[in-house]
Nanobody
Framework: QVQLVESGGGLVQAGESLRLSCAAF????????LAWFRQAPGKERELVAQ???????TYADSVKGRFSISTDNGKTTVYLQMNSLQPEDTGVYYC???????????WGKGTLVTVAS
């Protein structure tokens, strides 16, 4: 069973930066997508950024130009560099792995990011 472990959340002031990490264990798929989702209080979980095995990245419009997703060479650790954080970026950030071509999603337990104004 795939296990995803996030780290790097915390409390920051508006305009500051954070880097989230997610280590994936027991990944036995040749191709997969790694992604970061977030869930703000009282809102639904939303996709923030994703990266494919081929390195193609996509971002939510709200984070374009501020956030950057990347992986290590083994593609089993995914990072989310978050710059110019704003209070609306506050939420629990979840790591997600989706193996191709299966309709399966693995989730981490989440890490809390709080941005104070």
């Amino acid at each position: 069973q795939v296990q995803l472990v996030e780290s790097g959340g915390g409390l920051v002031q508006a305009g500051e930066s954070l880097r989230l990490s997610c280590a994936a264990f027991r990944v036995n798929f040749s191709r997969h997508r790694l992604a970061w989702f977030r869930q703000a209080p009282g809102k639904e979980r939303e996709l923030v950024a994703q990266i494919t095995s081929g390195g193609i990245t996509t971002y939510a419009d709200s984070v374009k130009g501020r956030f950057s997703i990347s992986t290590d060479n083994g593609k089993t650790t995914v990072y989310l560099q978050m710059n110019s954080l704003q209070p609306e970026d506050t939420g629990v950030y979840y790591c997600n792995l989706n193996p191709y071509p299966y309709d399966i999603n693995f989730w981490g337990k989440g890490t809390l990011v709080t941005v104070a104004s």
